[in-house]
């Protein structure tokens, strides 16, 4: 007996399929400084985070359009669970297509992090 595949609900939200994933799509969405600080933050998390959990300098309305450009161009993967949208960072598809790619931008960033706090 086979099983049925699960029905779409209109909350799930479109997200690229890994081999959809495309590089300058990836670069465009890290090259914005709030997009880059809501995937250091994931990625210094290690786990699913909503959106209510990131304290962004922008109106709530420009941080939707920060997470949808971070959604659509496969760098997180979005769902929600009960009335939370969470939010997960897709390290193991982006690591996969971009070896290293990740861990250098996270740690360049965090070096010019450091170079503007002067330590």
């Known amino acids: 007996m086979t099983t049925a595949a699960p029905v779409p609900s209109s909350r799930d939200l479109p997200h690229p399929a890994c081999g959809e994933i495309r590089l300058e799509g990836v670069l465009h969405a890290l090259s914005d400084p709030v997009r880059l600080r809501i995937v ?10 909503s959106c209510s959990q990131f304290d962004v300098p ?7 359009h920060h997470f949808r450009v971070l959604r659509e161009s496969g760098v997180i993967r979005q769902v929600y669970e009960g009335t939370a949208k969470m939010n997960a960072l897709r390290r193991d598809d982006l690591d996969d297509l971009f070896p ?8 360049a960033a965090t070096h010019q992090a450091d170079r503007r706090n002067g330590t």
């Not at 994931?42 to 985070?49: E, F, T």
């Not at 922008?58 to 939707?64: A, D, E, L, Q």
């Open 40 to 49: 250091r933050e994931l990625a210094a998390a290690g786990a699913a985070l």
């Open 58 to 64: 922008v109106t709530k309305s420009t941080s939707t």
């Open 100 to 107: 290293g790619l990740l861990d250098s931008l996270l740690a």
